[in-house]
């Protein structure tokens, strides 16, 4: 059994700062990569970042130069640094990674972390 757990969601006014985290558990064996997805009401979800084993980090133009994604491999956990954050990144925030377990390899999903971003 493999877990995600997000969190350092909140509330902000715009141009602050939050960084999130994505922590993995279980029986993981390597988790490939690992993405921050976000989906707010009424849009599909997308993919705002992600990194892969290799390190090589891809982010949707919107966040590029204000996200950063970043890993503790040693913790098994993934953040991702939002600075100068605007109303339009109100969302709930996901990770989701590409683990092999001892069992199987697939993707897993967190319950996600909200942020809200105030004008």
């Known amino acids: 059994q493999v877990q995600l757990v997000e969190s350092g969601g909140g509330l902000v006014q715009a141009g602050a700062s939050l960084r999130l985290s994505c922590s993995a558990s279980?029986?993981?064996?390597?988790?490939?990569?690992i993405g921050w997805h976000r989906q707010a009401p009424g849009n599909e979800r997308e993919l705002v970042a992600s990194?892969?084993?290799?390190?090589?980090?891809k982010y949707v133009d919107s966040v590029k130069g204000r996200f950063f994604i970043s890993r503790d491999i040693a913790k098994n956990t993934v953040y991702l640094q939002m600075n100068t954050l605007k109303p339009e990144d109100t969302a709930n925030y996901y990770c989701?990674?590409?683990?092999?377990?001892?069992?199987?390899?697939?993707?897993?999903w967190g319950q996600g972390t909200q942020v809200t971003v105030s004008s």
């Open positions: 989701g990674a590409a683990i092999q377990s001892v069992l199987e390899v697939r993707t897993y």
């Open positions: 279980g029986r993981i064996v390597i988790i490939n990569s």
């Open positions: 990194i892969t084993r290799a390190g090589n980090t």
